[in-house]
């Protein structure tokens, strides 16, 4: 059938080179398929983000108002309760002082 060595060699080379181009092509398809899911992934995440940006947007909404209503809380409640404690401490220590200056008053006048 092969008179020649080199018909041998073409035929080891067609062979080869239908090989490698089969391998290539079937390479190719598996990229296309990769790409093509890959678009699919792409599409389902945005899809689902769409879906999930307006709930964080209200969620940020509501810790933006929340931590208003914390700020207005400290500084209408919560401070001027401080203040009012400090003005107590205040009487305190004068009604304190006023008892000891009586006692030492009251003390003086029994010598």
């Known amino acids: 059938m092969f008179d020649e060595s080199k018909d041998i060699l073409?035929?080891?080379?067609?062979?080869?080179?239908?090989g490698v181009s089969g391998f290539l092509s079937y390479l190719?398809?598996?990229?296309?398929?990769?790409?093509?899911?890959?678009?699919r992934t792409v599409e389902d995440v945005n899809g689902k983000l769409k879906r999930v940006d307006?709930?964080?947007?209200?969620?940020?909404?509501?810790?933006e108002e929340a931590s208003v209503a914390v700020t207005s809380?400290?500084?209408?409640?919560?401070?001027?309760?401080?203040?009012i404690g400090g003005v107590i401490k205040s009487f305190s220590s004068i009604?304190?002082?006023?008892?000891?200056?009586?006692?030492m008053t009251?003390?003086?006048?029994?010598?």
């Open 73 to 83: 809380l400290r500084e209408n409640v919560i401070e001027p309760i401080a203040s």
């Open 95 to 103: 009604k304190g002082a006023l008892g000891r200056f009586g006692k």
């Open 28 to 39: 190719l398809l598996h990229t296309a398929h990769l790409v093509r899911e890959s678009k």
């Open 10 to 18: 073409w035929l080891a080379i067609a062979i080869s080179v239908i």
């Open 54 to 63: 307006p709930a964080l947007d209200a969620i940020t909404k509501a810790l």
């Open 106 to 111: 009251s003390g003086d006048n029994s010598q």
